[in-house]
């Protein structure tokens, strides 16, 4: 990270630009048996200087400062500077009442990346890889734990795609179809067609499906 990180504040929302993404978890939720509970993740390290603001803010949250070997052996990637501070953020996954939170909810954290039109979603078409730079944005929540961050939202300027291996040595094996009484079907799936909205437009949230509690979050795409 040649540039340093800059930490931004307005009201609860909370930009970090120049952070390296060490681990995004946003596609899937990421499962924790010790509590029983699902959430997207994402972790990322800053300059000493943004943590400092940082850790003022939400004194409640872990960060750990690395030397800078000490960083690269633990995370494989290539960094300068003196130290990097590492944060981990998540958002559960399901409503207090079970529910999935739905993916048109601001609350459901996901990924941008720049396009001519603003910005473009590619949170289940992209993998972020450990490396990746861009910015972080979060909301500042105060609950009867304290004020704490949570992810809303990461725009990759410098993506490092993470490509899964494939299933065998020639790739990824086409799933098996089930039989039909007309026989078996043509291995060419339908195209599923997103009914997403392009990213750079707000959609509202139907107040009928908004739970309590997510007044506190904007509507705006935080990029």
């Given at each position: 990270?040649?540039?340093?990180?800059?930490?931004e504040?307005?009201?609860?929302?909370?930009?970090?630009?120049?952070?390296?993404?060490?681990?995004?978890q946003?596609?899937k939720?990421?499962?924790s048996?010790k509590?029983n509970k699902?959430?997207w993740?994402?972790?990322?390290a800053?300059?000493?200087?943004?943590?400092?603001?940082?850790?003022k803010a939400f004194?409640?949250?872990k960060?750990?400062?690395?030397?800078?070997?000490?960083?690269k052996d633990?995370?494989?990637v290539d960094?300068?500077?003196d130290k990097?501070c590492?944060?981990?953020?998540?958002?559960?996954?399901?409503l207090?009442?079970?529910?999935?939170?739905?993916?048109?909810w601001?609350?459901r954290?996901?990924?941008?990346s720049?396009?001519?039109?603003?910005?473009?979603?590619?949170t289940?078409?992209k993998l972020?890889?450990n490396?990746s730079?861009?910015?972080?944005?979060?909301k500042?929540?105060?609950?009867?734990q304290?004020?704490n961050?949570?992810p809303?939202?990461?725009?990759?300027?410098?993506?490092?795609e993470y490509k899964k291996?494939?299933?065998?040595?020639?790739g990824?094996?086409?799933?098996?179809?089930?039989?039909t009484?007309?026989?078996q079907p043509s291995q060419?799936?339908?195209?599923?067609?997103?009914?997403?909205?392009?990213?750079h437009?707000t959609?509202p949230i139907?107040a009928t499906d908004q739970p309590a509690g997510f007044?506190q979050?904007?509507d705006?795409?935080?990029f």
């Amino acid at each position: 990270m040649s540039e340093q990180s800059r930490f931004e504040q307005d009201g609860d929302s909370v930009k970090v630009s120049n952070v390296m993404f060490l681990y995004t978890q946003f596609q899937k939720p990421a499962h924790s048996a010790k509590y029983n509970k699902t959430s997207w993740q994402v972790s990322f390290a800053m300059s000493r200087e943004a943590a400092v603001i940082w850790h003022k803010a939400f004194p409640n949250q872990k960060v750990t400062a690395y030397d800078i070997q000490a960083f690269k052996d633990k995370f494989h990637v290539d960094a300068d500077g003196d130290k990097l501070c590492v944060v981990q953020l998540s958002q559960d996954a399901k409503l207090k009442d079970g529910r999935d939170v739905e993916y048109s909810w601001t609350m459901r954290p996901k990924v941008y990346s720049p396009s001519p039109n603003g910005v473009e979603d590619i949170t289940m078409t992209k993998l972020v890889g450990n490396g990746s730079m861009g910015i972080m944005a979060a909301k500042s929540i105060t609950s009867m734990q304290g004020t704490n961050a949570k992810p809303e939202a990461i725009l990759v300027e410098e993506l490092i795609e993470y490509k899964k291996q494939s299933a065998t040595p020639f790739g990824d094996a086409a799933p098996a179809q089930p039989a039909t009484p007309f026989g078996q079907p043509s291995q060419a799936q339908p195209q599923q067609v997103s009914q997403e909205p392009p990213a750079h437009v707000t959609q509202p949230i139907p107040a009928t499906d908004q739970p309590a509690g997510f007044d506190q979050f904007t509507d705006d795409i935080p990029f």
